[in-house]
């Protein structure tokens, strides 16, 4: 399967797009954004888990990156309420599973050999620092050789500068509206911009996004 796969395209997928399709587990839907392979895959997509639900145990032989959108999302290691980010590096495993139901933002089979540190991060109580213009602010949340992920908070009428994407960009809109000269993106949406692309943002209404920078191939 390949959805999304030619990463010298950029791509916008609003909400009102979405098309959920069942997983092989009973009360879990996936909305695909990119993809390349059958059940086991390089794979972004968003997971919708209704109460109740869960998924066999699996072991994770590229890696898992996650987001909580809402809900509480759980497996043996904890439970990660609204707002946590996780990494599980390759070779981990886990059983997750739903109480009260959750929706996350997912990533597989995307991590580096040596990307091996584990960990989960509550955006919801962790420090913001300013960025690089009046508005901004930023919440690290992973560096290393080939990636850099954060939360980005702009407050109302913020504006960034020009820039260029080195390695790519990919954005997905948790609150508010993001901008820029090529459309609007409400809550939701996900874009995901190639190497060496450019544009200028801005948000009117204010908004958070979750940002990864520089993991996508480098030929444009």
């Known amino acids: 399967m390949r959805v999304n796969a030619d990463f010298s395209e950029r791509v916008v997928i609003r909400p009102d797009e979405y098309d959920w399709v069942a997983s092989p587990a009973a009360g879990v839907e996936r909305m695909m954004l990119d993809r390349i392979g059958d059940e086991v895959a390089r794979a972004t997509t968003i997971v919708r888990f209704a109460p109740d639900s869960y998924f066999d145990a699996h072991t994770h032989g590229g890696g898992e990156e996650f987001f909580v959108l809402d809900g509480v999302f759980s497996d043996e290691t904890g439970d990660y309420p609204t707002g946590t980010y996780v990494r599980n590096p390759i070779g981990t495993s886990h059983k997750p599973h739903t109480a009260e139901g959750a929706t996350i933002f997912v990533k597989l089979h995307q991590f580096d050999e040596d990307d091996t540190e584990q960990f989960h991060v509550d ?85 958070l996004i979750y940002v990864k920078t520089g993991h996508l191939p480098q030929a444009a």
């Open 123 to 207: 955006t919801k109580t962790a420090a913001f620092r300013p960025g690089m213009v009046k508005g901004l602010s930023v919440l690290p949340l992973h560096s290393s050789k080939s990636e850099n992920v954060a939360l980005v908070r702009w407050e109302p009428g913020t504006r960034f500068t020009p820039h260029n994407h080195w390695g790519g960009e990919e954005i997905l809109v948790l609150e508010g509206t993001f901008e820029d000269e090529h459309g609007t993106y409400p809550a939701g949406t996900w874009i995901r911009s190639p190497h060496m692309s450019q544009h200028k943002p801005w948000s009117d209404e204010g908004c």
